[in-house]
Each structure stands twice: as C-alpha cells, then as structure tokens.
C-alpha cells in the first residue's frame, strides 16, 4: 500500500512538473539561484579560512634591515630575537636571496630588477612567531615596536595585522551571503508556492472530486507537496553543477596567478556543504508546497 501510495505521489508530481512549463523553470531557476549564492559565499569564505591557516604557520613578521647597519647591530638584533620567548625560528635572508626570490615569485619582473644599478631590496630577518602565541596581539605587537626602535633595522611588517582584516573580511563575507541566501530562499520559497498554487488550481475539479469521495489529505496535498520538493532537489542540482563550473574556472584561472599559493590546496565544497545545499533545496520546495496546499482541508 506504500509503495503503490508513493508511486501515485511521484506519478502525479512529475506530470504536473511536466504540465507546469515555464512556470516550473522559473521556480527552479529561482532556487538553484538562492543555492548558488549560499555555496558560492561558503566556498570563498572556507577558502580563505584555510588560505590564513597556511599563511598563519607560515613567518609571522619580517624585519627589515638598513643597507648601512653595522655587524654589532646585526648581533643586538639576533640576541634580542634569540631571547625572546615568541619566536620560535628566524632566518636570515640577504640582499640577493632577497633578489632571487623576487625573480622566482615575479618573473615578468626579473629583467626590470637587473637593469638597475643597485640592488634595492634590503636583508632582512624572518620570524616564525609560536602557533599558541600568535592569539596574544599586545606581545606581538610590542615585539614589533622594539624590533623597529633598534638601531640598524629599517621595517618592521607584521603579518598577523592583514591577515586579522583578512578574517574579518571573510566574517563579513560569510553574514552577507547568509543574509542574501535567505532573503532568495524566501523569494525561491514563494516562487514556489504560487507555481505549485497554479498547478493545484488547474487541478481544482480533481481535487473537489478527491475531497468529496472522501480521499485522504495525504493523497490529495502528496503530488503538490512533492512536486515543489522536485523543484527543490533540480535546483539545488542546478546550484552544484554551476558552483563546480566556476570553482574549476577561478581556480584554474584567478588563484593559479597568486604568488605562493597552490591552487590544488584549494578543495570543493565539504561533504557537510554539500549535503546542505541540497538539503536546502528541498526544504525550500517543501516549504514551498505545503503554503500551496494549506487551503486544501
């Protein structure tokens, strides 16, 4: 009895997909729509989540140094660096390690740096702060202010101050695309219901019929309610295939010209995301389907 019931529900439900039209596709449209955005908002926002994790662990802060400082300077500064607790790796990068990396990174460049007289990239030290001090900003920002106040060094870039607009860039990021993926699942939600309305409404003798032989609301309110749940599930299908299209083409084509980033660590969606996009999907057309119906009684 099951079985048959729930192949009279997807019976009815896709020939009324199919005697919806343009209508359909609209409803459709409008939910892969509302699906895209949300997964397009996740996927750049875990991707910069896991792009500042990899340049987290990465040197923390650079101190650069003067073209004239001194041996002694130099010493002052590598005991002060030895001595402090927050550091846990420094390196020393000279004038030309610092050119050759500049031709490996930026190698449409590399005949512009060599046509000039001096080499105007300074040494420097790069420091790897400790993971479980890198929370405590007033330490890494008095570390900073002393390593600029020594005699000898002429820079100090702290990573950690661009990386923290980064993260809030991304948060800001992250409640935008909430706040426009729920206001399109509303509008895809309502789509929705007035698509499954028509659809009930063009039915309307069946129905009447239905109701006064005595049939179950299940068997009458079924077909429309499911049918707004295929709309859901091909929407969301929708959303995946272009989200997938434009994740190969940006990684492909945008992250691989970003120096010292390999767009192959750049992953797809999560399982998790994914199965809430579709899960949105269908609960939007659900929605959907049961507004259309509440009328039947």
């Keep these: 009895m099951v079985m048959a019931s729930s192949a009279y529900y997807v019976r009815e439900a896709v020939t009324s997909l199919r005697r919806g039209g343009a209508s359909n596709v609209l409803a459709v449209a409008t939910i892969g729509l509302a699906l895209f955005v949300f ?19 990465s040197a923390e802060m650079s101190v650069y140094l003067r073209d004239d400082a001194s041996a002694e300077q130099r010493e002052a500064i590598e005991a002060t660096l030895g001595g402090n607790a927050l550091v846990e ?30 080499n105007p ?16 900003g007033s330490e890494v920002e008095r570390l900073a202010q002393s390593m ?3 005699a ?12 923290d607009r980064l993260a809030r860039v991304a948060g800001a ?7 426009l993926a729920a206001a399109l699942a509303v509008a895809a939600g309502l789509t929705t219901a007035s698509v499954v309305r028509l659809a009930l409404m063009g039915r309307r003798d069946e129905v009447e019929i239905m109701t006064l032989v005595g049939a179950p609301l299940t068997a009458i309110r079924g077909p429309f309610i499911l ?4 709309q859901g599930g091909l929407g969301a299908t929708i959303a995946l295939i272009g989200l997938r299209i434009a994740y190969q083409l940006v990684r492909v084509r945008l992250l691989a010209d970003i120096p010292g980033l390999d ?11 994914l199965i809430a996009i579709v899960g949105g999907g269908v609960a939007v057309g659900c929605v959907g389907g049961l507004i259309a119906t509440r009328a039947v009684h």
């Design 39 to 57: 997964g397009a908002f996740l996927l750049v926002t875990s991707s910069l989540d896991r792009v500042m994790a990899g340049w987290s662990a």
């Design 227 to 230: 049918e707004g749940v295929l």
């Design 121 to 136: 990239l300074p040494a420097s030290y790069e420091l790897r702060l400790r993971a479980k001090d890198i929370v405590a």
């Design 89 to 118: 790796r420094r390196d020393f990068v000279s004038k030309a390690d610092a050119t050759r990396r500049f031709r490996r990174d930026f190698p449409d460049l590399a005949a512009a740096a060599d046509s000039l007289a001096a």
């Design 152 to 163: 000898g060094v002429s820079d100090v870039r702290y990573d950690r101050q661009w990386l």
């Design 263 to 273: 767009a192959a660590t750049i992953p797809f969606l999560s399982p998790a995301a």
């Design 173 to 179: 990021l992250r409640l935008i695309g909430f706040a």
């Design 148 to 150: 600029a106040q020594m």
